[in-house]
């Protein structure tokens, strides 16, 4: 929660990866929120540091260097600079964009690793790791598939199989190929820094479970998201295991001391050090002592991050900082689930997102109305979907309708009879129960924002606008004031006020729109805690001619942005890459496999284990229990009556303790996303495939 007026708040976007532009799922997972807070807690007064760059390292980044025929740097350049004047444009409030490839990151990360080194807290290991001759380098997991040693599905990848849902490592893996060049890798000695995570599991369950570290309460836990809290126990009651802190690569932070230039750090020690690389760099700048940031128990530490990245910020990170010595723990880690894009999950291999440099062409000075829609959409405690449709409805129903509505007509109507001149409040026509009204929307926003809860805060700074509009409608000022004119002055007086609330409350979630309101309502200063005394302008008080704050946004300019995407991704299918045909099989051999259909009668999670569902499935002539490895892409409850195709002359196989007796066929996108694969007619379980 926000009570730190004596002392600072370091905020932390996570660093988006310099291979790509940003969409808008990156915007509600990471940085809006973080943008929201920033803004808040300057409203309030409070020292605040909002920090974030590019994450320039890393396999990827030499990988898509590689396809493009072009080097890391010119990669990185391109996207920092596209992404940092995408956040410049679109108004997230960074203190500094900085980037992991500036020498001074590099001197950082070296000098960290350096005392970690130094004290003994990595192990180094030698091990044959994949090769990939072709494009001369080491393999990480994800880059290897090949056929699963348990279940035989073979498109297993180097880290698991999504079929049977086994963890796997790239040498068990038959026949593996390298995803760069389609061909067998070879195994190759290399050696490594290891960090041993084993050994931190106990201080690290009771941080992150109670709050507590080194006998002292840090944070509180029930402020933490469950999924965050979730995941880590995940993790820790799974056992942690030691990990490379160290890579094979040309580019990137070079190992110090080392010999070998192509030894560099592992991205997720190099990349969250970024977060203290360029807290040093606005120090520098604004002649200011890094370490009361990152050294002083006086800070909070605020980690603004999407799901993917949990285990990241919440084990690695930390246990790096605790080792290291001196350096403050986050108080609290804010991670929201992932955002959908018209039914689909956003994929930037196949161009299926909205990418935030090409909605600031298309919607110029409308940067406020895709907050709006994404704070409201916000996936907060789970998975939320963005349509156009929906993006459309938000804009005119609610920012036109109910805020642009309200605030037009007060301005209006106070230029029509009071010639842009602020009404005095007749004593007999106080309106207490209006004001109360507002005041406790404030309150409620407050607290929501102090809880990290943006889209219900957002609403109750909506509810200021919904205030006034029934407030006019009820009141009805341009009949009163033929009969009732001191009446009618305190209800525009009140009317202002809420205005005036309204613009000041608006600041971190619309803040290109309360800068207009201000200006219209001629406030040059505000801050949060005016909102608790309701009245915002004096009597007397001139205001600007009214303009609108918004606009409706037509069918067309929706429909546009519907082809531009169904257009983007067929275009980027053209260029998909798919998997290599298998070796040719006869028709007898073909034969062998017995398809039918089977219908799911019950589903469920296969305990100790976040991949495998156990199915009961009904293939007419008899019932059969089916594990498959898709609990990250369905829900049991989800799957119950569907008809799905089964290898049903597959020898059993015991996985997990439980007999499986079957195959459920599936089917595989690019991303590695697993679907059904369902008829489309009328037609019974136990029906034969051929």
Request: hydrophobic share 35%; net charge negative; proline share 4%.
């Amino acid at each position: 929660m926000s009570n730190n007026k004596e002392g600072k708040t370091l905020i932390t976007a996570a660093l988006p990866y310099a291979n790509g532009p940003i969409h808008i799922g990156h915007l509600a997972g990471a940085y809006l929120p973080s943008d929201i807070y920033a803004r808040y807690l300057r409203l309030k007064g409070e020292e605040v540091l909002f920090i974030c760059g590019s994450d320039e390292h890393g396999a990827a980044i030499t990988l898509r260097a590689k396809k493009e025929g072009k080097s890391p740097k010119e990669i990185v350049d391109l996207y920092h600079n596209i992404n940092k004047k995408a956040f410049s444009d679109f108004g997230i409030s960074f203190d500094i964009f900085h980037r992991t490839s500036e020498p001074i990151h590099h001197k950082t990360a070296q000098d960290f690793f350096t005392t970690l080194d130094e004290k003994g807290e990595f192990e180094i290991k030698r091990s044959e790791q994949f090769y990939d001759e072709e494009y001369n380098q080491f393999l990480a997991d994800r880059y290897i598939t090949g056929t699963c040693p348990k279940c035989k599905y073979e498109l297993a990848y180097g880290d698991q199989c999504e079929n049977c849902g086994s963890s796997l490592s790239p040498n068990e893996l038959i026949n593996p190929i390298s995803t760069l060049s389609g061909k067998s890798p070879i195994l190759k000695e290399t050696e490594h820094w290891y960090l041993p995570m084993e050994k931190h599991e106990n201080w690290l369950r009771r941080w992150i479970e109670d709050g507590i570290l080194d006998n002292k309460k840090l944070h509180d836990p029930k402020f933490w998201r469950k999924q965050v809290i979730g995941q880590c126990k995940s993790w820790i009651d799974g056992g942690l295991k030691s990990r490379a802190m160290t890579r094979d690569l040309d580019w990137g932070v070079k190992v110090p001391n080392q010999e070998d230039e192509n030894k560099v750090l592992y991205v997720w020690l190099d990349a969250p050090i970024g977060y203290i690389s360029a807290t040093k760099a606005w120090c520098k700048e604004n002649n200011k002592e890094w370490k009361d940031y990152w050294q002083s128990e006086n800070t909070r530490l605020l980690h603004f991050i999407g799901k993917d990245n949990i285990v990241f910020h919440c084990i690695i990170f930390p246990i790096l900082l605790k080792t290291h010595g001196d350096f403050i723990l986050p108080e609290n880690v804010i991670a929201n689930e992932f955002l959908n894009l018209e039914g689909k999950k956003i994929s930037t291999s196949r161009n299926w997102a909205v990418w935030l440099h090409e909605y600031i062409e298309s919607f110029p000075e409308r940067g406020d109305t895709l907050r709006y829609v994404l704070t409201s959409i916000a996936p907060e405690t789970k998975d939320s979907e963005f349509t156009w449709k929906d993006f459309q409805a938000r804009n005119n129903n609610e920012l036109v309708a109910i805020y642009g509505n309200f605030i037009n007509r007060v301005l209006v109507l106070t230029q029509k009879y009071y010639k842009g001149i602020v009404p005095t409040v007749n004593p007999d026509f106080q309106y207490l129960s209006i004001k109360n009204e507002v005041l406790q929307s404030v309150k409620d926003c407050s607290a929501k924002l102090d809880q990290f809860q943006f889209r219900d805060a957002q609403a109750s700074m909506l509810n200021i606008a919904r205030i006034g509009n029934k407030f006019l409608a009820d009141e009805e000022p341009w009949k009163k004031i033929k009969t009732s004119e001191k009446e009618v002055e305190s209800i525009m007086n009140t009317a202002l006020q809420i205005a005036a609330n309204l613009a000041i409350a608006s600041l971190p979630f619309l803040p290109e729109t309360s800068a207009k309101l201000l200006k219209l309502l001629n406030i040059e200063d505000c801050n949060w805690a005016s909102l608790k005394n309701f009245k915002q302008l004096k009597d007397h008080h001139i205001i600007n001619e009214p303009t609108l704050l918004f606009s409706n946004i037509e069918d067309t300019e929706v429909e546009a942005q519907q082809l531009k995407l169904d257009s983007n991704s067929s275009q980027s299918n053209t260029n998909k890459k798919y998997l290599p045909m298998k070796s040719e099989i006869t028709f007898d051999d073909f034969q062998k496999i017995d398809l039918r259909i089977g219908k799911i009668l019950s589903a469920e999670k296969v305990e100790k284990s976040s991949k495998l569902l156990k199915l009961e499935v009904d293939l007419g002539f008899e019932k059969r229990i089916i594990l498959s490895g898709i609990a990250k892409h369905y829900n049991p409850e989800d799957l119950i009556g569907k008809l799905v195709q089964v290898v049903i002359n597959l020898s059993p196989r015991k996985i997990m303790g439980i007999e499986s007796q079957g195959m459920i066929l599936m089917a595989e996108s690019e991303d590695g996303t697993l679907s059904l694969i369902a008829p489309d007619k009328t037609i019974d379980a136990g029906d034969h495939i051929s």
